[in-house]
């Protein structure tokens, strides 16, 4: 720093965005002077060792750091440390300050329509307030998966889905309890309550 030259120190904000199956995390630094600056990047008190992106306009510096979904799902806090003047300045993500979302409700349920046309083997696993992305629709009975998953790419602005099920003949007898989950990741998932008693009886759980 030259003598005398005026010292001021940065404004300091975070924000995110993504793209496919990326997180990108924005440090937001402006109002400093000098311009001279470093940007670190940690993950739950863990140093990264990748070196941040740096994108420098008139007065605003930009540090960029890019997570896929693995390592955003591992990550509870996400940490902006920059250097400046040999001063620190810190500024912390936290996924639990994320704006939030409404919890996804999901139901197994029959339709009127399939029953009528003596499809009474056909479920639907229907849900609603998901996020957008690549979703696996799974069903189980008794709590063991027993039919491949369903994919779904759900589209921004979508937030329902309904995927449906033809409970293998193996299945088809009062002792089962049929669920469906659908699942975003490893770590985040949502699961129907259960519905039982389908063949064994008459049974009413219709979709009208």
Known sequence: MRTGERVTEPN?????????????????????????????????NTLLTEKATMNIFESHNNGEKTFNAQQWNEGKEFACKAKHNSKIFNKTWSKCKEPVQKTPTVVIRRNLADILKGDSAILECAARDLPSGELSVTFQANGIRVLEPQYVDLPKGVDTLTARFTVPSTHRNKNQRFTCQIQQSRSIQWTSSSTENLFGKEHLNLNL
């Open 12 to 44: 300091i904000t975070m924000s995110t965005s993504t793209m496919d199956n990326d997180v990108n995390l924005f440090c937001w630094l402006d109002g400093f002077s000098p311009k001279k600056i470093s940007v670190e990047w940690y993950k739950s």
